[in-house]
């Protein structure tokens, strides 16, 4: 198994931690990434606003990138994910637009014929890879965590062009949580939106959003969450301590990366796993199970 690797923009910046354990948990598991040195930011979506031309040329410029290695892509951003995916997805169902896009892309010498696919490394673990080779592999079962799966928005919906799972009711985080020995969490906000998207202007509802999701985790019984988003992830972690203030109770609820997660059953240590770049330290919950 090989990817081109899509790092995306936060897993290098604002969450290098999960560039890092990524990278450690595919080694240790035999999945192959070649890192897209030369790809640019997705856009988010936001560039979509501004001007749609030059966001589809942007990500077909990185699906041309692939396709010329012969990969498909793997992300670890949900955003990233989305966001590709919908480009890919207009540029094969459009023979037109795939031609107007070819033409940009050959000033600077690529051209895009709609071979490759785009996957998360969620959606890898749980069904190429598979959940049971996963187990397979566990050195250290997680026994006394008990974990609540945050999924976000954009992993989910819309499931017209992600398609993966059932928006309303996905299991896959759940089937690794179980596979690395860890107790899965129900609660209700666990579909929901962190509040990332807002949070540049209007952070009292974005901080809002993410204090109920945590306080909804806490109260079902949860003593960490795990994502497979860093955008996500800034919301549930680094705004935290706003949160409980927002819901007027004390939190202090350790957010996992989903590599991170994983790579502690596989043996690596949490140095390894970068998990003192975490805001919500986990060290005590991490040491409480023996690790």
Known sequence: MRYAYYTGCVAKGATPELHYSTVRVAERLGIGLSEMESASCCGAGMITDANPEINIALNARTLALAERDGLDILTICNVCTLTLMEVNKRLKGDAGLLEETNKVLRRVGLEYNGTVEVTHFLWVLAKDY?????????????????????????????????????????????SIITAVGAEPVDYPGKTRCCGFLVVSYHEDTA?????????????????????????????????????????????????????????????????????????????????????
Not at 282 to 291: D, N
């Open 207 to 291: 901080v809002d959003m993410t204090g109920l999701n945590i306080k909804q985790a806490k109260d079902a019984g949860a003593n960490c969450m795990v994502t497979p988003c860093p955008l996500c992830h800034v919301n549930l972690d680094a705004y935290q301590a706003k949160a409980a203030k927002a819901v007027g109770t004390k939190l202090g609820l350790p957010v996992f990366h989903l590599t991170q997660l994983i790579g502690l059953a596989l043996g690596l240590e949490p140095v390894e796993v970068r998990a003192t770049r975490n805001v919500v330290s986990p060290y005590k919950l991490i040491h409480s199970i023996g690790i």
């Open 130 to 174: 598979g959940v049971e080779h996963l187990r397979q592999h566990v050195a250290r079962p997680l026994a006394g965590l008990k974990v609540a799966p945050f999924y976000g928005c954009q992993i989910l919906r819309p499931s017209s062009i992600l398609g993966f799972e059932d928006p309303t009711n996905p299991t896959s985080l759940e």
